[in-house]
């Protein structure tokens, strides 16, 4: 069993148990309940585990186009123009950068069209299974299989092209 040791990710992944708990199965008879929200809870933990882990693959990959300077750097800012970073930076770590994003971009572009869309709703935008199941009209299994192979094809096509994560 995995122990969540942050007080408001876990509050959160309680909340999160709960109002699955209320909204599937609140029809069900109290006895059973106990049950399924500890089967709920589990697989909520579960879940906050594997998008953290992706997340953290995702985050070191971005990482290397950090300054250093910046702890609350978050590595998505990256493709917004900032003409003073930019600036500050080395011409070669600017083309190393933008040489980066082409790569990553096309080859999240060469996704099947359902994969890109959970990836990047998923790991871009940051919605949770529930809320990308939604917005895709389809099941959150679906969900968490486009973004599997998602990122094992983008970690793939990138190792192929050496670049290591």
Request: aromatic letters at 8%; charged letters at 30%; glycine letters at 4%.
């Amino acid at each position: 069993m995995f122990a969540v040791r942050n007080e408001e990710t876990a509050l959160d992944i309680v909340q999160d148990s709960m109002m699955k708990l209320a909204e599937k199965y609140g029809d069900r008879p109290a006895g059973e309940l106990p049950m399924l929200f500890q089967r709920i809870m589990q697989n909520t933990i579960r879940d906050h585990y594997r998008r953290s882990r992706i997340r953290s693959l995702w985050t070191t990959l971005f990482s290397s186009f950090s300054s250093g300077e910046d702890e609350e750097y978050d590595p998505l800012e990256m493709l917004e123009t900032d003409s003073e970073a930019a600036m500050r930076d080395s011409p070669e770590r600017h083309f190393q950068q933008s040489q980066m994003l082409e790569i990553l971009e096309r080859e999240i572009m060469l996704l099947p069209a359902r994969q890109r869309e959970a990836f990047l709703m998923r790991y871009w935008e940051d919605m949770d299974v529930a809320e990308t199941a939604s917005a895709m009209g389809c099941s959150q299994g679906s969900v968490k299989t486009h973004c599997s192979r998602a990122t094992h094809a983008l970690a793939a096509a990138l190792k192929a092209r050496g670049i290591s994560l």
